[in-house]
Nanobody
Framework: QVQVVESGGGLVQAGGSLRLSCVAS????????MGWYRQAPGKQRELVAT????????NYADSVKGRFTISRDNAKNTVYLQMNSLKPEDTAVYYC?????????????????WGQGTLVTVSS
């Protein structure tokens, strides 16, 4: 079974920085796209950033462009989100998402795997 685990959240003041990490683990899988989503209190979950398997193509929400950077280390099955110039509006639970091709099935199945989330709180 495949799972992803986020870490790195915390409490920061506006203008501060945090670096989130997401590690995928399990057996019989290959990861394609990985991404970060967030859900603020009372709001729907929204896309923050995605990155393709080779790391050459990234996509960002307009609200975080120029402030957040997504990257990945395929050897470690890890994706990172460097968050700079944080704003109170960035306060949310941040979730890691991995598009996984699981070879545990015949034929292999493409799965969307979500982490448990890590809380980022930005104070005014």
């Amino acid at each position: 079974q495949v799972q992803v685990v986020e870490s790195g959240g915390g409490l920061v003041q506006a203008g501060g920085s945090l670096r989130l990490s997401c590690v995928a683990s399990g057996s019989r899988f290959n990861i394609n796209v990985m991404g970060w989503y967030r859900q603020a209190p009372g709001k729907q979950r929204e896309l923050v950033a995605t990155i393709t398997s080779g790391g050459s193509h990234t996509n960002y929400a307009d609200s975080v462009k120029g402030r957040f950077t997504i990257s990945r280390d395929n050897a470690k099955n890890t994706v990172y989100l460097q968050m700079n110039s944080l704003k109170p509006e960035d306060t949310a639970v941040y979730y890691c998402n991995a598009g996984v091709l699981s070879d545990a099935y015949a034929p292999p199945r493409y799965l969307e795997v979500w982490g448990q989330g890590t809380l980022v709180t930005v104070s005014s």
